[in-house]
Each structure stands twice: as C-alpha cells, then as structure tokens.
C-alpha cells in the first residue's frame, strides 16, 4: 500500500511540475498585442500561389499593430502569434484593398496622353486637389482609353505567410 501511495505521489508531483514548466515557458515567449511594434518576415500571394509580394531577402518589416499603417486584414492576423511563430493568413477584400469600385474606372480621351504612346498595363498619374492618383490603363482604341484608379489589389483576397521575428511591447 505504502508503494502505491509513493507511486501517486510521484505522479501528481511530476503533473505539478509539468503544469508549472508550461506556464512558465508559455509566459516567458511574448505574444503579439495591440498597440506593439512588431518586426515580421512575409510573402503575400494570390490564393492561386502567385506570389504578388514579399521582403524574404530583405529588411523586415516593422509596424504597430492597430495603428493602421497596414491592411486591417493583415493587423488583425498577426495579434496573438508569439515570437517566432509562423502562421499563414487569409485575408478578403474587405479587409485589404476593397471591393473593386467600378467609378474608379473611366475613359480617358487619347488626346490627354499628349505624345506619350499608350499601352495596355502601363501606369498613369492623376493629380488630384495635390495627391498623385495612379491608375493603370487596361483598354485602348484610337479615341480613348480606359484608366483602372482602383489599387492594384482591389477584389482580390490576399494571403500572406508571416513569421513575427520581433516584438517591442506597448508600454
């Protein structure tokens, strides 16, 4: 009897102990927030695979998260992730550039290009009340051509594989 009652006190000690070590080194790994400045690895791609984005090779990029200096989609995916995790985020329209706004699509006479010879793909600017507008030409004929002002990734769900290398908690 008495080695069963060793035997289960040896059991609940190392339960104890294991739960005391998981606390510990869950709390010792920090955890994305609101209001910290994070450092993340990424590559963003179409939901085909076509990579339309990424700073692999390049310095990371850093931002506060909730300050909206990125796409909301984007902030939101990465609250929670602790340092070093890797996580693959799907984010749609509305939660990145938008819906395609159809008003942002207009037909622009050939004459305003001046001498420039226009084709299809080839980006434009606007200024509007100081701010340069681009838009990409996406028609032509010999009378007009039809400039897309919409961001080049409106309508498009966006998803990203990001790696949180850096964490500098609110203070």
């Known amino acids: 009897m008495r080695k069963l009652f060793v035997f289960i006190a040896a059991i609940v000690a190392l339960a104890v102990l294991g739960a005391i070590y998981t606390t510990v080194s869950s709390a010792s790994v920090p955890t994305v927030g609101i209001g910290d400045t994070i450092e993340v690895n990424y590559t963003g791609t179409f939901t085909n695979g076509t990579v339309f984005g990424s700073n692999a090779g390049q310095p990371p990029l850093k931002f506060t998260v909730g300050a909206g200096q990125v796409i909301p989609g984007f902030d939101n995916g990465v609250v929670g992730m602790r340092l070093g995790e890797e996580r693959t985020v799907t984010v749609q329209p509305n939660e990145a550039y938008g819906q395609i706004n159809a008003s942002l699509i207009v037909k622009v006479p ?9 084709q299809i793909g080839m980006t434009v600017g606007e200024n509007v009340n100081g701010h340069l507008i681009q838009g990409t030409i996406t028609a032509a004929n ?15 769900t966006l998803v990203f594989r990001i790696r949180v290398i850096g964490i500098q908690k609110k203070v």
Not at 110 to 118: A, P
């Open 110 to 118: 050939m004459s305003s290009f001046g001498n420039r010879t226009v």
């Open 142 to 156: 010999a009378t007009t051509a039809t400039v897309d002002f919409n961001p080049p990734l409106a309508g498009k």
